[in-house]
């Protein structure tokens, strides 16, 4: 009779218990049974270290980092890394668990004031200034929660041979000086497009953003943003960026079916002189130059050049860290998440590797950035002032614009092919949007 | 549960009446067979636990969480979710953008009913005696087979300018029909409508012809005595035997076009005014980080699915089809 029961009860417990089990496997995974440091503060134990670069966990870069990371701190037993494929969209929903990993890549879409709930300090965020650069984005009340692996400068990516057999050899001063420059290019007749927009893949319409600031050599272009109700106009940062796209498209100088570009390809177009021109991050100059080499091309006629705008004779250009590092809050094992993230940024190696800036204030700068570095004048943009740290965003996404996100530019570059709206009225219904946003967001 | 336990103890009762059936373990005098029964009794439900609770946990949760997402300001990461009624829900049918959506889904509305159009004509065709019969099924089935990424990549380089379509077009001599078969903004629609039509016209073609081979053949001799015609024979016996299985069709093409997704969004990610409601539903969630309003999009797309088959339901009853 007791038995029986008992049959029962088991059964129904397994039945729970496989529904539990499921559960569970859908939160678990990141974090292991060993995974408690000493309490000390030495680096011991195991960590989980996620990433975007899936391309350097496949190529086993990351293996050796590990390894040298192991090596230096022997009572560390394992680090595991796992590259996260569509990184922004995947984390911020393993966000809303506690397992995220120990050291993880701040997502974008983290505002500064959800900072101190997911992520651990890192210090003082003046007395990290004095080590590192680029930390004001992931600082929320005068605490830092991540530091940049890298730096990029945003510029121009071009090839040189193409434009200077267009006769090209002065770098334009101006966006109409630009527009001239890609129709010589045209002119001289070019298979592709003297402009290639990656329409397709539409990130790539992101990487205008490297014009903010650059234009009007002010780095608080984007916190006086949040005052104006009309931040196009054909002189501001948004308006000489997004002009000059309409314009590149409206005279044909890009390429004629944009939603058939493709990315993977446009690297070798660009190697070999079928693509003049595309508006990227230094942090594309490797992969481009890998490219041109792999197609037989010279990988020297990769160039990069100065956004085409100067302002008291000189150009500039923004310079700012790449993704931020930081601890999960949650994290068991912070003491080594945090020797992980020292060590990355004083002794991978990585940014020199990548071709980007160190983010420490002495760091070197690679050797293919060093005459684009001489051209220009750096500008680090400045943080958004206290108690405004998520204005931008908030007006932002109120908006219905999201400058963050490539559509508003797509749609630009559709009007611009169709002429469905003129520059002047895209410009006013942007306007009108951004002050409705303001207005809604209580600016 | 009567079922069960008589099938268990089916041995035992193989002479018993018909009514003892299912009782004699009961008469076993002790505790130990009343709880035998008791369990028995339960084991369709222990059973049943295991799926039921993963269809709560999988479906029915989510479900019930998207209904309280879409009446709150929800980013997606927020620790806190403020509640602001029914603000998500106007804006839904307030923003020109959202409501531009529901233009696209014309497009592949027709696109469904020229879906069932061809689809009926090839049933049709088919159910009569063809040469290589099998094969023209299996032809006309495969699209269907294939994984929509797969399809939107197939027409992605199909489509493109001097891809297939045009190369044909080209050796033909018909090259004055060349467009930028995704880039033409007049055009793009017509294009991704066309290829979801391809993708989907096996599916409606395999219901018809299921529900046209049902028929009773006797039914056609009858008619053919009565001096019926190929013509004839499609519109008054074919067509009416399977009225309920066109209404069906109607439905998931009403159904499928307000919620295409994949093709559109392999192919032109929604750019060039080929953005659909479930690609903007997504842009909300994921690239605005606006969930709640997202969860209010699919919201009202589940309402919206919802209606047309009730709708269906009352104008198109499930009568019993009477052909004599």
Redesign the interface.
Known sequence: MFPQKRRTRLMAMAAATSILALTAACSGGASGDEDEAADDGTPSGSITVLTWRTDRVEDGTFDKYVEEFKAKYPEVTDVKVEGVKDYEGTIKTRMNTDEYGDVLAIPGSVTPDQLPDFFEPLGDQAEMEKEYRWINDKSFEGKTYGIPVVGNVQGVLYNKRVWEEAGVTEFPTTPQEYLDDLQAIKDKGIAVAPLYTNYKDSWALSQWDGWRGAVTANPDAINEMTQSDTPWTDDSDYGATDGTLYDAVAQGLTEADPTTTDWEGSKRMIGVGEIATMQLGSWAIPQMAAAAEAAGADPEDIGYMPIPVQVDGKFHAVAGGDYNLGINVNSKNKATARAWIDWFNHESGYSEAEVGLSPMIDGAVPAALASFMEDVELITMNPAPEGKESLFADIDTASGIVTTDPKYRLQIIDDARSGARTKEQIFDDLNAKWAEGRADAGA | MTTASSSVTGQVAANAAEPDLARPTRKVPG??GS??AW?RR?TPY?FL??PI??LL?LTYTPVINMFWYSVTDW?????TKNFIGLDNYVEVFT?P?NLRVFYVSLFYIVGSLVQMALALYFATILSFKVRFKNMWKGILFFPYLINGVAIGLIF?NF???GGGLDTVLLNTGLESLIH?W??D?DV?NYSLAAVSVWRYTGLTFVMFLGAIQSINSEIYEAAALDGANRWHEFWSIILPSIRPIVGLAFILGISGSLSVFEIPFV???G???TETFVIRTV?MA?????VGLASAMAVVLLLFVLLVTWLQRKLVPEEEVDLT
């Open positions: 505790g130990a709880r035998s369990y339960l222990l636990l295991v609770g993963l946990l980013d997606g990461l927020d620790k923003d953008d992605l489509l493109k300018p930028q995704t880039g903004p793009a192919m032109t990610n750019a060039n005014g842009w994921f690239q605005r980080n606006m």
